[in-house]
């Protein structure tokens, strides 16, 4: 690379950053709308036209606010865990392959995971040095929740990569010209999505916050700065989630505006199963994960992996 295409790459991943925080901001109003008329009520409706100047003035008021230490908790860690947990759900949009490609590499579906996987510290961490049991306990629920999760989603990521014989986020959009994954793996799909759903603690699996013992889990010691940080990192979280989704089952294709409809289509079913779903039993979601999700995608990950044997055995013989 030379040094016009590292000072390109520089400005459009700031610029990328800025569009997401801002997509973020909009994505929360669209989910109080939603939710609001699902309950039949309004939503925001004072702050601007239809409140539609309601998330900014919310990230006002939160940044401008004292931020309050708990007393006997971990100084560092409480301060810097917040920031360290919204930087990983910022780093791993650069691998979505868009018209400027920013970071592709290889190897960039095995950057994902490890991304994904170490933003469970940060959430663990944070728990911790709140040095309360209610955020300690909403952690250790997160932690085994997501861990859980995280091996059927591996697995599902790595069925497709043996699919398509690499690991290169680029490859998604090729081999789905003609027919969508989503198509003829349908299964694998849907267990994605309820996969994505549990990843990210959302409802009907949103233990890490359950209202009625938790109040509000890890991040109940956490106010103004540090609570929006972690609100943005989430949110960030679900929208990188809806788009990966998209370029892994429903074509990919970045460039087009039926890519970004299809990610709405998908952001909005995140808050449309929020509002229709009672929240699940803890019991029953770790059932759901080990007993179904895992026997069926390993099922098809043995599948696949099998006709990969038999195909290069048919090409050799021939």
């Given at each position: 690379m030379n040094i016009a295409e590292i000072v390109m790459t520089l400005i459009v991943s700031v610029l990328l950053i800025v569009v997401v925080l801002v997509s973020?901001?909009?994505f929360t109003l669209l989910e109080r709308k939603v939710l609001g008329f699902m309950q039949l009520r309004k939503g925001p409706l004072k702050v601007g036209f239809l409140g539609i100047v309601q998330p900014f003035n919310d990230a006002i008021k939160l940044f401008s606010k004292e931020f309050v230490f708990p007393y006997m908790g971990n100084y560092l860690l409480f301060y810097f865990m917040p920031m360290m947990g919204m930087f990983m759900s910022m780093w791993v949009?650069?691998?979505i392959p868009y018209i400027f490609i920013l970071f592709n590499f290889n190897l960039g579906v095995l950057f994902m995971l490890a991304c994904m996987s170490v933003s469970v510290y940060f959430?663990?961490?944070?728990g911790w040095a709140s040095n309360s049991n209610y955020a300690k306990l909403g952690s250790l629920r997160g932690m085994a929740q997501t861990i859980s999760y995280e091996v059927s989603l591996a697995i599902i990521l790595l069925s497709?990569?043996?699919l398509m014989g690499?690991?290169?986020?680029?490859?998604f959009t090729g081999y789905q010209e003609y027919v969508w994954f989503f198509v003829f793996i349908f299964p694998l799909g849907m267990i994605m999505f309820t996969s994505m759903l549990a990843e990210l603690n959302r409802a009907p699996f949103d233990f890490i916050e359950g209202e009625s013992e938790l109040v509000s889990g890890f991040n109940i010691e956490y106010g103004a700065g540090g609570f929006a940080l972690i609100f943005l990192a989430e949110y960030s979280s679900i929208i990188f989630m809806s788009m990966l989704f998209v370029?892994?089952?429903l074509g990919g294709m970045t460039f087009s505006i039926v890519f970004y409809v299809k990610l709405m289509v998908l952001g909005f079913s995140f808050i449309w199963v929020r509002g229709l779903l009672p929240r699940y039993r803890y019991d029953k979601l770790m059932n759901l994960?080990?007993?179904f999700f895992l026997p069926i995608s390993l099922n098809y990950l043995l599948f696949f992996f099998s006709y990969?044997?038999?195909i290069c055995n048919f090409i050799s013989m021939n």
């Open positions: 973020v901001a909009f949009w650069l691998l959430m663990m961490i944070s497709l990569v043996i690499g690991f290169n986020m680029m490859e370029v892994m089952f994960t080990w007993k990969l044997i038999f």
